[in-house]
């Protein structure tokens, strides 16, 4: 179940969510090889130019780590596909983003710049809460196979279990 806040889709739990979140101390942190890796693994096995491990703060995206190695990218909340992707249990595809009604009017698809395919899957931690997405992105529209959902839920499984593996570390 999702509320609408300040025009961004939020789950019930949202409260809940972030304490889980914060649990996990990855938000704002330090670039990591280990997810830079995974984040170029991720684009080089999907054939994407853009891949990135975010995770979903209350009021923006943060990007921990893109295929270039690079973090610590924000985006407002309610401009990121992945505020959507943390809603839902499955995989988020658009195959064509200009053929949603609903996003055409976002910035990051119009244009000579814009974005045409995105697909997430979500980091989902021991709890339940779904805290981040390990994203796809490209400039061209794209069929999304049952083999790539796959592959994008293997990596965030990955993500998760790096997660788990520094909190019991410290």
Sequence with gaps: MENNTGGVLVSSNEEARLENLKKYKI???????????????TA??????IAMINFVDRDVVWTKADQHGQTGKEMERGMSLCSLAILN??????????KNPVLVSNPMFVGE?????YAAAAI?????FRVGSVCIVDKNPRVFSE??????????????LEMNRRIAAS
Excluded at 44 to 49: A, E, K, Q, S
Excluded at 89 to 98: A, G, N, P, R, W
Excluded at 124 to 128: A, D, F, L, R
Excluded at 147 to 160: C, G, N, P, Q, S
Aim: charged residues 30%.
């Design 44 to 49: 080089t096995m999907m054939n994407t130019p």
């Design 147 to 160: 083999e790539d959902r796959r592959k994008l839920e293997r990596m965030a499984l990955l993500v998760r």
């Design 89 to 98: 249990e499955s995989v988020t595809v658009f195959e064509d983003l200009i």
């Design 113 to 117: 710049s814009g974005l045409r395919f």
């Design 124 to 128: 989902t931690t021991n709890e339940g």
């Design 27 to 41: 938000l704002y942190t330090k670039t990591e090889p280990y997810f830079d890796q995974l984040a170029a693994i």
